[in-house]
């Protein structure tokens, strides 16, 4: 496999002076198992605790609220999706290397890739400073949260806990949720997701992950039923 140091690093927005660290950020210990080099888990155990710091120091700047108001903010950030999302976004996904086995059916939920943005942090902190890996991360991830900062209530609620929930309350029949299409590129694709009760279509949601895509079509599914709307 091609590992395109210069596409990558443009993409990051940081060149490095130690390619072969770049290159240890990406490496999986599945694919470091096969090939017989350094995987990036340490990397991801450095670039978590930078990654917390980092963002605790912007919110305490730029924020008001108390010591737990400013812990939901930073779980906003440093959770796993966001950190998917931000890679995902980056298009740096196709470059994380692999086992053989993963590659051919990589699991895009899984937090392999949450672990690369880590390990990014900790690389470029290494590579060039805490005021690089600052840059970083403000503009690879906190501009792109900032529209969460009065996130709504129901942004946030467990859409498909709920519907399940209403659905075993009233016996109204199984759940089943079912992939329509995937559009748009690779590294920042759509996914569409139809809910079925009973084996009968009664919404569908698109999202960026399936799981937002469930999440979305659950929440039709939910305000449907509470007008009283069926199909």
Known sequence: MIFEIAEIERRIGYVFRDKLLLRKCFTHASYAHEQGEENNELLEFFGDAIL??????????????DEGVLTKRRAEFVAKTPLQEAVFSLGLNKYLLLGTGLAKNPNYEDKMYSSLYESLVAGIYIDGGVLNAKKFIINTLIKNKKVSKKVKTEKVQDFKSKFQ?????????????????????????????????????ISSGKGQSKKQAEMKSAEKALQYYKKGRKR
Request: no cysteine; net charge negative.
């Open 165 to 201: 929930e209403l659905v075993q309350k009233k016996k109204l029949g199984t759940i089943r949720y079912e992939d329509v299409k995937k559009t748009g590129p690779d590294h920042a694709p759509t996914f569409e997701v139809a809910l079925y009760l009973n084996d009968q279509k």
């Open 52 to 65: 917390d710091y980092i963002v605790t120091e912007y919110l305490v700047e730029n924020e008001k609220g």
